[in-house]
Nanobody
C-alpha cells in the first residue's frame, strides 16, 4: 500500500524560506517519480516540481524556477522541497504526488493529504 505524508508547512514572511518533506512508502521503482503540486483557494491544482526515481531528472514550474529545489533520498524514502524567496502568491496547500511523472495531476497515481503554506506580505 502506497502512502505519502507531507510535513513542514507553516507561516512565513515574504522573502523567507520553508522546507517541505514527504515520506513515501510502498513505491516501487517503475514509474515512481515524485512531485509537488499546490492549490490555492478557488484555483486549480498546479504543478510545482518533480524529481525522477534516480534524482537525476527534475522538472520545475516557471513560477518557482531559481527559488525552489526538489530532491529525494531513496534510502530514506523521502522527497523534499526547499522553498526560498517565498512570495505571497506561493500561499497554497502543497501536495506530494507519486507513482508517475509529468506536470499535470493526472500524471500521478498517489497523493498525500496536503500541508498548508502561508506567506505573509
Amino acid at each position: 500500500q502506497v502512502q505519502l505524508v507531507e510535513s513542514g508547512g507553516g507561516l512565513v514572511q515574504s522573502g523567507g524560506s520553508l522546507r517541505l518533506s514527504c515520506a513515501a512508502s510502498g513505491l516501487t521503482r517503475s514509474g515512481s517519480g515524485l512531485g509537488w503540486f499546490r492549490q490555492a483557494p478557488g484555483k486549480e491544482r498546479e504543478f510545482v516540481a518533480a524529481v525522477s526515481w534516480s534524482g537525476l531528472s527534475t522538472l520545475y514550474a516557471d513560477s518557482v524556477k531559481g527559488r525552489f529545489t526538489i530532491s529525494r533520498d531513496n534510502a530514506k524514502n523521502t522527497v523534499a522541497l526547499q522553498m526560498n524567496s517565498l512570495k505571497p502568491e506561493d500561499t497554497a496547500v502543497y501536495y506530494c504526488a507519486g507513482g508517475g511523472w509529468g506536470m499535470i495531476p493526472s500524471d500521478y497515481t498517489y497523493w498525500g493529504q496536503g500541508t498548508q503554506v502561508t506567506v505573509s506580505s
